[in-house]
């Protein structure tokens, strides 16, 4: 799936997948770079979505799905728009 995040596209195909077994958030994307958490949600009304996750949100999900490339990420992550810069 490619999308765009502030005017970057980026490709899930290239990216490190994580699948969490769950159905509000299916899938965490890492960028090949690692500084880029993304997480596909699912909603009845949206259907659905991608967003960026903050540095605690990336923390909240490797603790609660057991990733501990996502601890490696918040290395280089922060709830700047890191991932725009660095793109």
């Given amino acids: 799936m490619v999308f765009e995040w502030d ?9 490190k997948s ?3 077994g769950t159905r509000h958030e299916p899938v965490i994307y890492l ?3 690692g500084r880029c958490v993304f ?3 699912m909603d009845r009304s949206r259907g659905v979505t991608m967003h960026r996750a903050s ?3 990336i ?3 490797a ?3 057991n990733i501990p490339e996502l601890l490696e990420a918040l290395e280089h992550v922060s ?3 890191a991932c725009r810069a660095k793109a």
């Fill in 59 to 61: 923390r909240r999900l």
């Fill in 63 to 65: 603790e609660q799905y």
């Fill in 7 to 15: 005017g970057v596209r980026y490709d899930t195909a290239s990216m």
């Fill in 18 to 20: 994580f699948n969490t």
């Fill in 31 to 33: 960028t090949q770079d």
């Fill in 55 to 57: 540095a605690h949100e």
């Fill in 79 to 81: 709830d700047s728009d």
């Fill in 39 to 41: 997480v596909q949600a």
